[in-house]
């Protein structure tokens, strides 16, 4: 039996998640794809974006798309760092890389900066939240 259910309406709770997800991006192991790497950092990117929705009480919206995130929080008066806006990158990693053949396979290089970003993101959404 599950425990109590996690409110959504809490940024920790997002917050929480945003780490897991950049835990699980870092755990390479044998026959795990950068790809699917790639999509927990994105995971992470995403969850520490709508952390900071929550925590203004701003409408969370559906999407994966980092860009329209980190868009719709300016729109509301938050003032979104110059570097923050390379993750828009990340977005690609929720869809398009997950499928065979859709993409070239992510490199090694293009990992670690996926996570550099995710890491930027979820650093500046725990200073949003405090």
């Not at 599950?2 to 026959?31: Q, V, Y």
């Not at 203004?56 to 760092?81: C, F, M, V, W």
């Not at 929720?94 to 993101?121: F, H, M, N």
Request: proline share 7%.
């Amino acid at each position: 039996m599950r425990g109590n259910k996690r409110s959504p309406d809490n940024p920790a709770e997002w917050i929480a998640r945003a780490k897991s997800s950049l835990t699980l991006s870092s755990t390479k192991t044998p026959g795990v794809l950068y790809e699917d790497l790639c999509f927990q950092v994105q995971q992470a990117a995403e969850k520490a974006l709508k952390a900071v929705f929550v925590s203004r009480k701003i409408p969370n919206p559906y999407t994966h798309d980092i860009n329209a995130l980190l868009s719709g929080l300016e729109q509301h008066g938050i003032a979104i760092p110059e570097p923050l806006w390379r993750a828009v990158t990340l977005t690609s990693y929720a869809s398009d890389t997950r499928y065979p053949g859709t993409t070239s396979p992510v490199t090694k290089e293009e990992y670690a900066l996926a996570v550099r970003l995710a890491q930027d993101i979820l650093l500046w959404a725990e200073e949003q939240v405090g």
